[in-house]
Each structure stands twice: as C-alpha cells, then as structure tokens.
C-alpha cells in the first residue's frame, strides 16, 4: 500500500509500505476513508522531536473496517468507524474512569502510520466507534475530526470547566484551538475569546462562536484578557500550543480558582513552581482521552449540531502529503485532509 | 506589647513591639489568646526565604476581641474569634467563587505578627469568625489550628477530591500532612496512605484515620504507591512540603485523571511540562482559602468530631517562641503552640 513516511526534518514521502495485517485476535484493519495531518506532527517534521529513522506518519484515521480478529465483537467488516490516536482496551480502571489515553493497554496510533491506504487498529473492540451509516462524503471530513482535532479541543474545554456562567478563552489558534472554541460554545459557555492574530482563522473562530478576538500574545495578551473580564482573568482557559509562553500565557490569564485546560503537548515546558502556587489555578490537560467523548461527538455531526471539518482548509491526495506538511508548516493552511 | 521578632535565620526574639491599633474602619484588634508556629515560618528562620530587616512573625491566630473599627458588623468587643492568615473581605467574585486567599483585597497576616499579645486584622468583617462562646481551654488549640494548619490540610483534601471510594495519599508528616489525613477521613476517603518514616508522626497518622504507612521516600515511596494500588496510583495525593522532590513524589504517585492537592507552600519547584503533560494528573493547590471553611470546621471542632489540636505537641510561653522555632526546626516538635 502507498503511505506517508518521514524520512528526516522536512522530508516526508509518500511511498510503498508493507499493507497491515491482522497480528492479534483483538486487531481490525480499516481501508481509510480519510485522513490528515496533525498539528503534533509538525514536531518531528520540524525536527523539534527527534526520529531514530525513517518513520510512518498520521494517527487520525476514518474508514470501512475490511478484517476483524477472532476476540473482536464490537465492530465487523463493512462498517464505517472512527477511533482515537491512542488504541485503548476500554474496559481497565483507567478507561473506566475517562482516561482512555492512559489505558493500561494503550498502543500510540502514530507509530502505525495513519496516513496511509490501510491502517492496522490494536484493540478494535476498546478503540473503534462505528458511525449509524456510512457518512456521504460532506460529514466525513468532520467524522474524522473527532479522531484527535475535535476531541482533542473537547477535552480541552471539559479540562477548562467550560460551562454555562463561563468566560473562556482560547490560547492558540490551529485547528484544536478553533475547536476548542466550538466545544466551549456547545458546553454553554457565555463569552468565548480567541487568541488569534490571522484573519481567516479569526473569522473561523467567530464562526464556532468566540465573542472577543485578542489579538496580542505573551504580557499583552494576558493584559487584554484581564482587561475584557474585570480585571480578574478568565473562568476557564483552554491551552492548545504547548510552548512555554503558551503555557504561561494560558494560567497568567487565568482567574484564582479558575480553569486551565490544556492539550498542546508540551515541548520544553518548565512551569515555575512557585508562580503556579500563588496562581491559585486548577491544571489540566494532556492527551485527549477521545474514546471517552466518541459517541457524543459523532451523534453531534450525525445531527448536523457542529461542523468541525471546516478546520480542514485544504484537501489533497494522499500522494501529496509533502504539499500538505509544508502548507502547515508555513501557516498556509490549518489543517489538511488527504484522500488515500 | 510582646512579640515574635526574626532579626536574621536562627534569631528569633521576643521584644516589645508597638500595641496594633485601629487604622481603618474595617479592623478589628484582638487580644491573643493563642498562637503558634508554623512549618512556613521555617523557611526564613532557615534562610531559604530573605528577610530584609528584623520582621515581626506568625499568622495563626485565636483570641478576644478587644476593639472593632466603626464599620465592622459580623463580630464584636468580648467575642471569641479566629481568622485566616489571609485578611479578606469576602465578598469580592474571588472570594464567593471560594478563594478567599487571593481576595483582590486581601492582605497577608503574617506581615503583621501573630506572634504577639495582640493583632490588628485588617477586613475584619470578612476574615473572622466568632466561635459560639468563649471556648474552654482543652479546645483553644483545636480552634487555633482551623486558623492555618487545618485550613490547609483540609484544603489539601478537597483540592485533591479526597472523598468515598477514594484511595488517598499524604505526601509530608507535617502538622499540614497529618490535618490532610483527618480531613480525607472527614471527606469519607476509603484507603488513607500517609507517607512518614517518623514514628510519633505515624502513630498520630494513624489516630487520624491513615490506614496505610509508607516509609520509603521518593522513587521508592512511589513505587510502593503503586504496589498498594494496584499498579495505578492513588486517586487523590496531597502534598504538604513544597520542595521539588515532593511535588514529583506527589504528581508520581497519582493515577491518570486522579488529583494533586498540592499546599506545601513551593520552594525553587519547577515542574517538567512533558511529564505533567503525560501524567494526566489533575494539579491545583494553593494558599489554602481557609475562610472558606472556617464555619464547617469551627463547627467539627465544637462538636468534638475532630481534634485537630492534638498537632501541637510543644506547648510554651510566648516569650519561649525561639525554642518553640528551634524544636520545630530540629523535628524534635510537630507543632510548638505559644500562649501570650
């Protein structure tokens, strides 16, 4: 099958790799639908993460489940599926709790290489949630958001306690802080902020709901914030960058007793202990646990509620992935859908 | 009047200082009928925190109203009374959302030296909280203890989301880690592990409610954490040191999605963002909004639910406050009270 492979910084090829094949009793193999490049893979192809060699790309993924392993009941071939970027039993103490990304179980979908034709799925039972039907092709795009982008932006704003009474706001403008803007909009939020100084992403933010666009970043970001919401901060920040001046601008914007919500994974983050003490602001965050939110999210977009796949500003062949890292790379384009 | 004076680390001093009085229409004097020292005390009696010039010490406080400034209503001349070592007006959004401890108006008690016969408190209409009547002398130390070290201990606990079904871990044997342990018991948690290799300190643990002792420190009180829960860690940890060994001890012990309370008031800590990231450990903590509480606690106490006082295990004069220092320092003492 073709897939995309990166074989050093900047140098992503989409070429022949070996097809998946069922390994284990509790495997599905999906034919792919859909899908995209990450924000998050934007680290290695930038050469922020380091890889040992050449290194299969992608762990957002929709398709038609084409095999199933013996153990697997929950799904069967020929039905439409989507699954979160870490595979999870589901079932474990963790799962149970909402906590599908730190599974006992748990196997990273990135190392399987998700922008490809086909896509082995570990756990199919614990990770997959098949759609009513199979989507026409305008709800796929959206389908496949919830693989990470949107669930990613969801967990961010439930992390934030966005609610009803709420000001939010949003730290980061790629498609996950897009998204976390439309999640804090349907948990209810009064007043969302986006933090975005580029013009199309502003009016995407204002399409998913925000109420106020800050355009400062770092100390004068913070200030306007403070500015907009009595001085005080905001109820609830969502984090969706993961630097170190993301990070402190989200809990320096950030009310006593408030919320910081945050997913962009970190890199080179170092927060200051004592600031963190006297900030008074509750922390959390990390990878997305998107099994627990699947099935709201896609009776969501199966009802037409929300329309995540807007963030996808470009679509392309599989064949052209390269096009697609470099659009985002350069902030040319959000996010990018490819079409094996 | 008397007072505890820090003239350089080690030297702390009994001497007369000027009697407080009422400077704003909102305070109030109050004539000590009890004191103490707190672990936070020690950081500059060690020289880890600088002091700029001899400073007036402690803010922990129970006593007799003497005077009220003309604007004070909720308390009055002859009441026996007890206030946060944060004045704050509580009626600002910060303190109705409960964070009393970052009041926009709130003012830090220890500036004005508890340590004394007597105090002026600022605000105080919404820092103090009279007790029913005037207590006898066996619960003076119970209701001195709600002022901080309760407070604390019992904001670890919620911060922590210690509660029924919970296994709940208590980083620090401090007088704050000990009040986090009965709070987790009074919050209904299941399984209590205190962490101490000092035996005293085990032996009240465990009058406390602590159903489990870990001696080992570090990794491997982490590790031992993890034995005693399945692998998983404990839903609930609170932290009550404030060094980074501590905190990573706490964030370690936890199981994704469970809760750090963290009140160990933190020192040079900085926390590694990946790690955090990956922990999906919920963090919040604080300088404990102890007015929060008062009423709930003073109540606890008054019924004779719970003894917090039992902490104090050196009992002296005021003008004794520098061995008071010296014993808690040296950990020959939990908790040194000081009758003025």
């Known amino acids: 099958m073709r897939g995309a492979v990166l074989h050093a910084p900047g140098d992503v090829r989409v070429e022949e790799r070996e097809d998946p094949r069922i390994l284990l009793p509790t495997d599905a193999v999906i034919r792919l639908s859909a899908t995209c490049v ?3 893979d934007l680290w290695p192809y930038r050469g922020i993460e380091k890889i040992t060699g050449p290194s299969p790309m992608g762990h957002e993924y929709v398709g038609i489940v084409e095999e199933v392993g013996s ?3 929950n799904v069967q071939p020929g039905q439409f ?3 979160s970027f870490f595979a999870s039993d589901n079932t474990c ?3 149970r709790a909402g906590y599908q990304s ?3 179980h748990r196997e990273l979908m990135g190392a399987l290489g998700a922008q490809a034709e086909y896509l082995r ?3 199919a039972d614990g990770t997959l949630v098949a759609t009513p039907d199979v989507p026409s092709d305008d709800l796929v795009p959206s389908v496949l958001a919830v693989s990470d982008v949107l669930g990613t932006g969801w967990f961010g704003a439930v992390a934030a306690e966005a609610g009803p009474g709420k000001t939010v706001a949003v730290v980061g403008d790629g498609a996950v802080g897009l998204l976390g803007v439309l999640a804090a909009k349907q948990l209810g939020a009064d007043r969302i902020i986006a933090m975005s100084r580029h013009e199309p992403r502003q009016k995407l933010a204002i399409a998913y709901g925000a109420t106020d666009i800050v355009s400062q970043r770092g100390d004068e970001g913070v200030a306007r914030i403070k500015d907009l919401t009595n ?3 905001a109820h609830s920040v969502i984090e969706a960058v993961g630097t170190q001046e993301s990070m402190m601008q989200a809990i320096r914007s950030t009310r006593p007793g408030g919320h910081v919500g945050y997913v962009g994974v970190a890199h080179g983050v170092e927060l200051p202990g004592e600031e963190l003490f006297f900030s008074h602001v509750h922390l959390h965050g990390g990878p997305a646990p998107v099994r627990r939110f699947l099935p709201e999210l896609i009776d969501l977009i199966w009802n037409r509620q929300i329309d995540p796949g807007m963030v996808y500003d470009l679509v392309l062949p599989l064949e052209q992935a390269a096009e697609g890292y470099k659009a985002m790379d350069e902030r040319r384009a ?3 859908l490819l079409h094996p």
């Open 334 to 336: 959000i996010k990018a």
């Open 71 to 73: 153990d697997v009941r």
């Open 121 to 123: 799925v570990p756990l």
């Open 93 to 95: 103490e963790i799962c």
């Open 81 to 83: 599926v989507v699954g």
């Open 38 to 40: 990450c924000g998050s």
């Open 102 to 104: 730190s599974c006992i």
């Open 231 to 233: 001085g005080l901060g």
